[in-house]
């Protein structure tokens, strides 16, 4: 384990301190890959600039090395804390699957205790402290033991889960349409010895997909952005400000919805004119306290962070500061997520011929480090706005299911499990200006 301690160092002078630099310098271009320029980890620079080794020594020196910067996660050190690797080394069959998407999903398995949380029965203040997690973690701990199984008796690299993820990531990055993947299921299901546990539909997949928590809601909108068909108006068959139908209409000029069973004489659901897709906040939130790693990074902001007047985070800033006062009850418990909110609009088909625009709407953690919380695997995606045009000023009629969480979420909070601290603890959560 290296020494880090000199990045704290004011006397830039001290040998430690020179020594330190020589062992950070030498750690970043110990890959042969790296070339001869690397990220210059200065207050300056801040990770922007890369420059040859004597620049970034030069930088160092003069202007100190940020005092934050104490996992080289820009430098070719693993995200994973050092007690992390041995854990995941000796009990994970899945070593060889370096994707953070499942070293995470193993450190929910891993780090945490699920029919019981060992301490010393005779310290009376440990009941105190550590507790249960609540049904919804219980439920989702056993859910990873069970599918953390290998994928067929002679398979070392993969479990079912790890493989379901990796098709499922695969399937997303690379436009896959569900028929394809069922395809391919089928004939890797034929292909695979005795014995295997692959799901043999795209259903199976999806299943597990959504037991995880990672699903989306589909609420119909109308096609002028006036409302979304929930809540009040979860039942109309048309918008009642604009009055544009609700369904598409087919060339005889019949609603779907109009379509009856002949059978039960019902009327069968219609094709939507126009879906919004949302991504449940809260559930989103609460994974981020399953695995001890990341709920420990959600108290960084409070715990670790140096606070020598240099603006390096949001928790620098006036602002942060400002609303701590404001709402002491909310700043007492530092796991009490801040979130910063974007949107911006994008062409899916990537053809400028086509006037199409979709909005995504992201949200963005401020509690966890400042080289984490902008990691794309970080940002929360929340709302997928479609098109064909800009929501423009009706943008908020969209945001209507994710403003609903965010007041549940301040006044009340979720009893969310904490990996960390083992306890139970009321989630709240503020959207930052």
């Known amino acids: 384990m290296m020494d880090k301690s000199w990045i704290l160092l004011r006397n830039r002078a001290l040998p430690e301190y020179l020594n330190g630099v020589e062992q950070f310098l030498n750690f970043a271009f110990s890959n042969p890959n790296i070339g001869l320029r690397i990220q210059c980890s200065c207050t300056n620079c801040n990770h922007v600039r890369r420059k040859t080794r004597e620049e970034v020594k030069i930088d160092l020196l003069r202007w100190g090395i940020d005092p934050t910067y104490n996992r080289w996660i820009h430098h070719g050190e693993s995200d994973l804390s050092s007690d992390d690797e041995i854990n995941s080394s000796a009990n994970s069959d899945l070593g060889n699957d370096d994707d953070a998407t499942f070293e995470m999903l193993h450190d929910m398995y891993h780090g945490v205790p699920i029919d019981n949380i060992t301490h010393d029965p005779s310290d009376e203040s440990a009941e105190s402290r550590y507790e249960e997690p609540n049904a919804e973690a219980k439920s989702f701990y056993r859910l990873l033991k069970d599918a953390e199984q290998k994928l067929h008796p002679d398979c070392e690299k993969f479990s079912k889960l790890s493989f379901v993820m990796r098709l499922f990531q695969m399937k997303c990055l690379h436009g896959w349409s569900n028929t394809s993947l069922d395809s391919l299921l089928k004939l890797l299901s034929d292909a695979f010895p005795k014995g ?194 800009s929501p423009g000023m009706d943008i908020d009629v969209y945001l209507q299911p994710l403003v609903d969480d965010l007041k549940k979420l301040w006044a009340d909070g979720i009893e969310t499990y904490d990996a960390f601290k083992q306890q139970n603890f009321q989630l709240r959560a503020s959207l930052c200006k």
Not at 317 to 323: R, Y
Request: proline share 7%; aromatic share 10%; glycine share 6%.
């Open 196 to 389: 295997h546990v692959l799901p043999n539909s795209i259903y199976e997949v999806q299943k597990i997909i959504k037991d995880l928590g990672l699903d989306y809601v589909k609420i119909d909108a109308c096609v002028n952005n006036c409302i979304l068909y929930r809540k009040e108006y979860a039942d109309l068959e048309q918008c009642p400000k604009c009055g544009e139908k609700r369904w598409i209409v087919r060339k005889g000029g019949e609603d779907d919805n109009e379509v009856a069973s002949s059978k039960l004489n019902k009327r069968k659901k219609g094709i939507p004119r126009k879906i919004l897709r949302y991504f449940p906040l809260i559930p989103r939130l609460q994974r981020l306290f399953m695995t001890k790693r990341t709920a420990e990074d959600m108290r960084w902001h409070k715990d670790k962070r140096v606070d020598d007047g240099v603006l390096r985070h949001p928790a620098d800033s006036l602002t942060w500061k400002t609303f701590d006062e404001n709402h002491l009850d909310f700043a007492s418990d530092p796991r009490n997520v801040r979130l910063g909110l974007a949107s911006d609009g994008f062409n899916p088909f990537g053809s400028m011929s086509n006037a199409y625009s979709m909005w995504p709407v992201f949200l963005i953690p401020y509690n966890l480090l400042p080289w984490l919380c902008m990691k794309q695997s970080n940002i929360l995606l929340s709302l997928l706005i479609p098109g064909p045009k």
